[in-house]
């Protein structure tokens, strides 16, 4: 089991430029202190590495790549009304975005069956030409894209559990039809897509799937959306690679969303994926995206970690 974490996620302040802002360095400083209590559970710890100009070019258009480096060596400032930039931000998001491809690299050289990036700024809702949402590059895709392009990966599934619906994971495979993006998300909020009836367009139709929550739904609703509906099209699909865009906000003590999973819940959901993964002798990696309620994020981390890792937990699928 490998962890990919690097100290420029830890300068990475939007709250220099916008006090308050939830996408705070004290997201990690949780998790870690957490973890680090507990010898890390057992998992191997990897410094992320910066992504190349060629890994980011592989989601995104280089004016783009080029546009977020001028902007933060020029001090930073707003991109959006959510999405701030400081000095400091370029360099921790090639990080982020570096520690996924790294992680993928392993994975699929057989180095470990299962990885976790926990690093930021989140990356899901980048799109080619657009940073929004906290996110800058989005480094779940640029994963895939290496997994596929570079690394002899035939077919990737990526899941989206994130609370919000990963717009720019969508869009970069959304004509795709060796990449299966599957989101469950709350419905009706940022960033506003995501609806069921998007299952992709032209060569990639029927390879997104898209399942929005209702506001209030738990753990039942999530893990039978899961079990029942996703997993099954995963197992049709026949991934060499699963990835996970590993968000938690969807637990019940978020500031930002309103539903009302558990730290137990994300451990019951990475249980099913990681089984589904086993059977098909596929690796699992995941990357930290949203949770910004810093108590609940480093509890839905630890659980999720020990469930990548060990048997299933009681209760699991």
């Known amino acids: 089991m490998l962890y990919f974490s690097h100290s420029s996620s830890l300068a990475h302040d939007p709250a220099a430029v ?23 559970l057992g998992w ?65 050289a057989g180095e470990a069956e299962t990885g976790f990036c926990a690093l930021r700024p989140p990356g899901h809702h980048a799109e080619r030409d657009r940073a929004m949402g906290f996110c800058l590059f989005n480094g779940i895709a640029i994963a895939a894209e290496l997994a ?27 004509r795709r039809d ?25 060569a990639g139709e029927g390879f997104t799937i898209n399942r929005p929550m209702a506001a209030g739904s738990g753990e039942t609703e999530w893990m039978g959306a899961l079990v029942d509906d996703i997993l099954p099209a995963a197992e049709r699909f ?45 690796r699992v990696g995941a990357v930290l995206e949203g949770g910004y309620d810093t108590a609940a994020l480093a509890e839905s981390v630890r659980a999720t970690l020990l469930a990548l890792a060990g048997p299933p937990i009681s209760g699991g699928e």
Not at 148 to 174: K, M, P, S, Y
Not at 180 to 198: E, K
């Open 18 to 40: 916008m006090p308050g802002h939830p996408e705070s360095p004290e997201r990690l400083r949780a998790i870690e202190a957490l973890l680090a209590a507990e010898d890390w």
């Open 148 to 174: 596929i392009r570079e690394l002899d990966a035939e077919r990737v599934f990526v899941l989206d559990w994130d609370v919000h619906h990963g717009n720019g994971t969508a869009e970069a495979f959304r």
């Open 44 to 108: 191997e710890r990897r410094e992320a590495p910066a992504a190349t100009r060629e890994e980011l070019e592989l989601v995104h258009d280089p004016g783009h790549v080029a546009r977020i480096r001028d902007f933060a060596a020029a001090g930073g400032g707003a991109i959006d009304a959510d999405t701030y930039v400081v000095e400091a931000s370029f360099d921790a998001a090639l990080r982020a975005a570096g520690g996924a491809c790294a992680m993928t690299r392993a994975l699929l």
């Open 178 to 202: 060796d990449v299966l993006y599957a989101s469950l998300h709350q419905g009706g909020i940022f960033p506003g897509t995501g609806a069921a009836r998007d299952t992709g367009s032209g």
């Open 238 to 282: 026949e991934p060499d690679l699963v990835l996970i865009s590993a968000g938690f906000d969807a637990h019940g003590a978020d500031p930002l969303a309103g539903c009302v999973l558990e730290s137990d819940s994300f451990a019951r959901m990475a249980v099913a994926t990681r089984d589904f993964a086993d059977r098909r002798g596929a």
